[in-house]
């Protein structure tokens, strides 16, 4: 997420969060100042006036990812939303589509079928893809080779069940596709409207040619004396496709070869358990997971 400019309002909330930095005893005040020199978590007003006031009309773009690119190509697979803060609301469009909801659908299974194959990418699209992915490693240098876990499939079976099926790849497939998703091709086109659907949507995952590979974010804050604290990280400019903006802990997941999986919904909570405490360092007991929703774009 950008940092926004702050306005009188996110002014405001700032004045009353240092207000209250020096309320109380001096113990209580040195155990608070180092609390927000921390730089990770934020009191709840805070993060709402910075996002209430943020305009997400403005959205990040940099040479292989335009994400306002997703509004005007997949008009029909955002997600809409109200945010309200106080008396006051706004509208916001946002670049992916809400597969599955699992506050309105709490008891969502998604059973992993088959055994997990490795994903072959055709020569072709490798032939196509070499551009991409040698650009990307120039920016990127640091870049490794790490395993991923690609989604190669998933539909609804019935109810609250859904099946899926997995393929093992590697980071590099996916530089090479999702995350240039709006780098040039050799002939101009680019992979975004190379994999656009007949109706200017997203193809499904088993028709898509990219690598699609699943990610996990979480909201994570603590609640103290009825205050709730959320976990925000300052990108280093290095980290991630977009650097320089505050984000949540997330990340990509990834699979030792051989390792099971039956559950994806249990997987996806155990890999971002493990990508908390990678950030952080804190431990995974202490933390307690509540599904959100399960999300489909391309940039990722």
């Not at 020096?22 to 805070?46: A, C, H, M, N």
């Not at 997703?70 to 670049?95: F, Q, V």
């Not at 690609?150 to 019935?158: C, D, K, N, T, V």
């Not at 090479?176 to 109706?199: A, I």
Request: hydrophobic share 35%; with cysteine; charged share 25%.
């Amino acid at each position: 997420m950008p940092v926004p400019v702050p306005t009188p309002r996110g002014l405001w909330y700032t004045y009353r969060l240092w207000s209250d930095l020096f309320k109380g005893t001096w113990p209580e005040v040195q155990k608070r100042i180092q609390f927000y020199l921390s730089k990770y978590f934020y009191k709840d007003d805070l993060l709402k006036a910075f996002l209430f006031d943020r305009d997400f009309a403005e959205l990040p773009k940099n040479r292989f990812i335009d994400y306002a690119r997703y509004l005007n190509y997949y008009a029909s697979d955002i997600k809409e939303t109200t945010l309200k803060m106080g008396e006051a609301s706004k509208r916001a469009r946002l670049p992916y589509q809400e597969v599955i909801n699992f506050v309105e659908k709490p008891n969502v299974k998604i059973d992993v079928v088959g055994n997990i194959t490795e994903y072959v990418m055709s020569q072709e699209l490798v032939n196509r893809t070499d551009g991409n992915l040698r650009a990307f490693l120039v920016e990127k240098p640091k870049t490794a080779d790490d395993p991923v876990l690609r989604l190669a499939s998933l539909f609804e079976s019935g109810g609250a069940e859904y099946k899926c099926r997995l393929e093992r790849s590697t980071y590099f497939f996916q530089a090479r596709t999702n995350l240039t998703l709006d780098y040039p091709l050799d002939n101009q086109d680019t992979l975004r409207t190379v994999d656009l659907g007949p109706s200017n949507n997203l193809r499904s995952l088993e028709d898509s040619i990219l690598l699609n590979s699943i990610g996990v974010s979480a909201v994570v804050y603590f609640d103290r004396n009825g205050e709730l604290y959320f976990f925000m990280k300052y990108r280093r400019p290095d980290e991630g496709i977009f650097g320089r903006m505050f984000g949540t802990t997330s990340g990509v997941v990834t699979l030792s070869r051989g390792q099971p999986i039956t559950s994806l919904v249990d997987y996806a909570c155990t890999e971002m358990k493990r990508e908390f405490y990678r950030e952080t360092g804190l431990d995974e007991i202490a933390i307690g997971l509540r599904e959100l929703c399960l999300c489909h774009s391309r940039e990722s």
